[in-house]
């Protein structure tokens, strides 16, 4: 098959090359100029892709900008970004746009699956009369279907081979294409009713992991009060074998899904006159996180007789989750910037993130952050970190991240 990508990012470019490698000539198409240059030096910049596995397709894989290389596909997976506006509302322009650019080349034939996480009803209400604007009607002249993205980016355990499939189709040889389309890369697929089901699904999945995260943060702060230790409290939690699931607290939640995608549904449900008062709560909780942990280190500092005013902190990691660069919607920023409004002198140390421009600082050696600090917050523990020795070399550590746990250390704060 000849199989098109629309957006090379954390999703598209892994699904470009996992097809790639499954022997299908693929056509990846993005507006960005400078990441379609990085893929044509053989350069990657998503880490679960690594350069080896680029060069080894690169026979198979063409990268461009323009659409008018998706004519000849077989099928075309959609994987361009959803994110919120200033208002916190769905913000489709790239969705629209996309769905613009590919009615202008679709072809009778072709499959359309869209893969980015969007409100049910958007396949269908809005993606589909996009395309139907190529005088092509959708499930007739063309097949059109949606499936959700599970990608974890960071993890190898669990990859797009081994992940279950959920794929909804709006007509039955709609679902029958896309699911013969993701069999050539998945073991399983999952076809469910509609694409409406598909959509729900992973809004689903997502708010899962909004609410239970907000309940575990809303917990650390009640045990912060109550000098109980929250991490062993969910440890202990967690050796129930059934009806448990164990979720961790942290400084807040980051990363393009999970401080997203629930507002995509929060919006849409507003329209059926029904709140979804959980999701909601969740954002707030969640929200509330950065402010806590500017407050907690603030806290640690007074007790060694020190103001946050003139303190030199040292953040240690600032993306999102570890592992990963990605800074999107990092709760990492928003601490920072709570610190240097109070005065701190910042400086951070993450090897996945080398300069953060709108704070003006670059990411510094690990030995060079510490010297000098009066406190080091640890916000994301990536791979590696020696977390010994930070706490050996530190006036003062707060770890958000339990990975002190098992250390004993007078200078030593945990959320
Ligand atoms: N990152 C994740 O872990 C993850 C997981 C599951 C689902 N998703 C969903 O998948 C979708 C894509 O997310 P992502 O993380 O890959 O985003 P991303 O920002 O990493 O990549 C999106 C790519 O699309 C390109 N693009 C934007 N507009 C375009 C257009 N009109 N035409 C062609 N290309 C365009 C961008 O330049 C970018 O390279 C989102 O809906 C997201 O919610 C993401």
Not at 76 to 81: D, L, Q, R, Y
Not at 128 to 152: C, M, Q, T, V, Y
């Amino acid at each position: 098959m000849r199989i098109g990508i629309v957006g090379l990012g954390y999703v598209g470019l892994p699904i470009a090359v996992e097809f790639a490698e499954a022997g299908h000539d693929v056509v990846g198409v993005d507006i960005d100029q400078k990441r379609v240059s990085t893929l044509a030096r053989g350069e990657s910049y998503i880490e679960d892709v690594a350069p080896d596995r680029l060069a080894a397709v690169s026979q198979r894989l063409l990268v461009s900008r323009r659409y008018a290389d998706l004519a000849q596909c077989d099928a075309v997976i959609v994987a361009v970004p959803t994110p919120l506006t200033r208002n916190r509302e769905p913000d489709l322009g790239p969705l629209v746009s996309s769905g613009q650019a590919l009615a202008s080349v679709l072809q009778k034939g072709q499959l359309v699956v869209l893969e980015s996480t969007t409100y049910p009803g958007t396949t269908r209400e809005r993606l589909a009369p996009l395309l139907e604007e190529s005088g092509l009607a959708a499930g007739r002249d063309f097949n059109l279907a949606f499936s959700p993205e599970r990608i974890d980016p960071g993890r190898t355990d669990f990859t797009l081979r081994n992940t279950p499939k959920v794929v909804g189709g709006l007509t039955e040889r709609c679902l029958e294409r896309a699911v013969a389309l993701y069999s050539e890369v998945c073991d399983e697929i999952v076809p469910v009713g509609t694409p409406e089901v598909a959509e729900l699904t992973k809004l689903l999945e997502n708010i899962f992991r909004s609410v239970n995260i907000a309940l575990v943060n809303e917990l650390a702060m009640l045990c912060d009060r109550m000098k109980i230790d929250v991490w062993e409290v969910v440890d202990a939690a967690a050796t129930k074998p059934y009806g448990f699931m164990s979720f961790k607290p942290g400084p807040g939640m980051g990363g393009h899904c999970l401080p997203v995608d629930p507002f995509y549904l929060a919006w849409r449900a507003r329209e059926f006159g029904q709140p979804t008062e959980f999701v909601e709560l969740a954002g707030e909780v969640n929200q509330a996180m950065p402010y806590f942990c500017e407050e907690k280190i603030a806290h640690a500092l007074n007790d060694q007789e020190k103001p946050v005013k003139g303190s030199r902190i040292a953040i240690i990691g600032v993306s999102y989750k570890p592992g990963v660069g990605d800074m999107r919607e990092s709760p990492s920023i928003k601490i920072m910037r709570l610190l240097a409004d109070r005065g701190a002198e910042l400086v951070y140390h993450d090897d996945y993130v080398s300069d953060l421009p709108d704070l003006g600082l670059r990411s510094e050696p690990l030995e060079s952050a510490l010297e000098g600090a009066d406190a080091v917050a640890i916000l994301t523990a990536h791979p590696g970190l020696d977390v010994q020795a930070v706490v050996d070399s530190a006036p003062l550590v707060v770890d958000f991240r339990g990975v002190t746990r098992g250390i004993e250390a007078p200078n030593l704060v945990r959320l």
